[in-house]
């Protein structure tokens, strides 16, 4: 079997369902053109330039706490007591893990709502010629009018009823994914809840915003405790949602906000974790796992902007933090100078090829914190990680099967789980975050 095709992620059984619609989607032009659809009977089910843009599933138990949850395919739990919630994800992650270790009970939120400190918002012009904005309906391009999210910052979600109020006073168009033509592409707002800073980034087409001043002027009396407006310019014809292009055209052009004890420079495109709560329970248990020592040196793959190492740094001797976006390591430098941290080295580079290079030049690390994306880390990886040899390895996972994938990996590698918790960072989602601590045995070695 091709190696590579053997390590892609694998299914598993036991996953969370998701509810996914059914019936049919809406069929959409664009973000702004609607065409008609039938039902699977032939019959009409919506007119043209309706708003509604996605069918629900015949037998979803809907909670009647949100007009848009038929169609938004967000919150897959909503309609569930909060400790249904928790049950469901405990007993996924039980089916995953329990061949490896006896998982701990999962650990919810207080305040399970509004819990988000990011606000995405796409925009598209709705019926009458509105403009509105919200999410995406699950796995499509069209949007469905989130104004009311209870997942979403209450603040952020005001801000972005302004700007799309001053939108449509200032005349900017949203962009038309058929036509290419139009302005307004995305909303993203960034709050931090400890700071109180806010970060308004506008993802246009174009860097000029005409009226530019006038805009700022208004939103900032709407809006006082604003502390930065970015111009993000995305003018390709793509999915992502941030161009590479920031033109701060009022304050900083990031915010500041305070972590673990920390504080924390934020930009238009830095990974920060989205529910700072969760966020610090998640942290102070990976490294309570990882029982640093003074004379460690500890490597934080895919570091961001530097939240877990630097958390870290100050109970060991050496901290080296990875990450590929390049504004992100930027910010992680920062972060580190601000908090007076001088034992930090943080290197733009992608985290396999990294740590592949250094177990090559035979340097040895005693702790690796890794937080992959969802889709898991890679074979050159974990390959490279085991011939580092660290006696501990600390796996922070948002994706529950991509991890078991790793596990299965790291385990047949020397590797062996000690612990496994469960952090609810998501309420009302089907997704559940994972900490894992695993110890380097008498035997740790690379199988061929």
């Known amino acids: 079997m091709n190696k590579d095709n053997r390590f892609k992620p694998k299914k598993t059984s036991g996953y969370i369902p998701e509810q996914k619609p059914k019936a049919n989607y809406y069929k959409a032009a664009g973000n702004n053109k609607y065409k008609p659809v039938t ?30 949850e038929k169609f938004c395919g967000g919150c897959n739990y909503l309609a569930l007591k909060y400790e249904e919630q928790l049950k469901l994800k405990q007993e996924y992650i039980d089916g995953l893990f329990s061949e490896y270790v006896k998982v701990k009970p999962i650990i919810g939120m207080q305040d399970p709502l509004h819990y988000r400190n990011k606000v995405h918002h796409a925009f598209a012009m709705g019926k009458g010629g509105e403009i509105i904005s919200g999410s995406y309906a699950a796995d499509t391009h069209w949007v469905v009018s989130t104004d009311d ?4 910052d209450r603040k952020s979600q005001d801000i972005i009823e302004t700007v799309r109020k001053l939108a449509k006073s200032f005349k900017y168009k949203p962009y038309n994914e058929d036509t ?14 400890e700071s109180g800073e806010i970060l308004v980034v506008l993802v246009l087409t174009s860097p000029i915003l005409p009226g530019k001043k006038n805009f700022v002027k208004a939103l900032r009396e709407k809006h006082p405790d604003i502390t930065s407006i970015v111009i993000n310019v995305n003018d390709q014809d793509t999915s992502m949602v941030l161009g590479e292009r920031n033109i701060p055209i009022f304050g900083p052009g990031f915010i500041r906000d305070k972590l673990c004890g920390l504080s924390y420079r934020i930009s238009p495109s830095s990974f920060y974790q989205i529910n700072p709560v969760q966020t610090e329970v998640l942290y ?28 870290a740094a100050g109970k060991v001797s050496k901290l080296i933090g990875i990450e590929l976006n390049k504004d992100a390591v930027r910010d992680a430098r920062i972060n580190a100078s601000d908090n007076h941290i001088s034992n930090a080295e943080f290197v733009n580079a992608d985290a396999s090829e990294y740590i592949s290079e250094m177990a090559d030049e035979g340097m040895q690390a005693d702790v690796i914190f890794m937080d ?5 880390s890679t074979e050159v990886f974990m390959s490279s990680a085991v011939k580092l040899a660290p006696r501990t390895i600390v796996y922070i996972s948002c994706g529950p099967e991509s991890l078991k994938r790793d596990l299965e ?25 994972t900490v894992v601590l695993l110890s380097k045995t008498e035997k740790s070695h690379i199988m061929p």
């Open 39 to 68: 039902d699977r009977n032939g019959k009409a089910v919506r007119h043209e330039n309706e708003a509604v843009t996605a069918a629900a599933p015949p037998k979803k138990k809907l909670s009647g706490k949100c007009r848009a």
């Open 149 to 152: 999210c209870l997942l979403e």
């Open 180 to 193: 290419g033509y139009g302005l307004l592409r995305h909303v993203l707002i960034r709050r931090g809840f």
């Open 284 to 311: 102070n248990t990976a490294i309570q796992y990882a029982d640093l020592k003074h004379h460690d040196v500890i490597i934080d793959a895919y570091c961001g902007i530097g939240t877990i190492g630097l958390t």
């Open 372 to 376: 992959p994306p969802r889709s898991g």
């Open 409 to 433: 990996y790291l385990t047949k590698h020397g590797y062996k789980v000690q612990k496994l918790q469960p952090v609810d960072m998501f309420p009302q989602t089907v997704h559940v975050e």
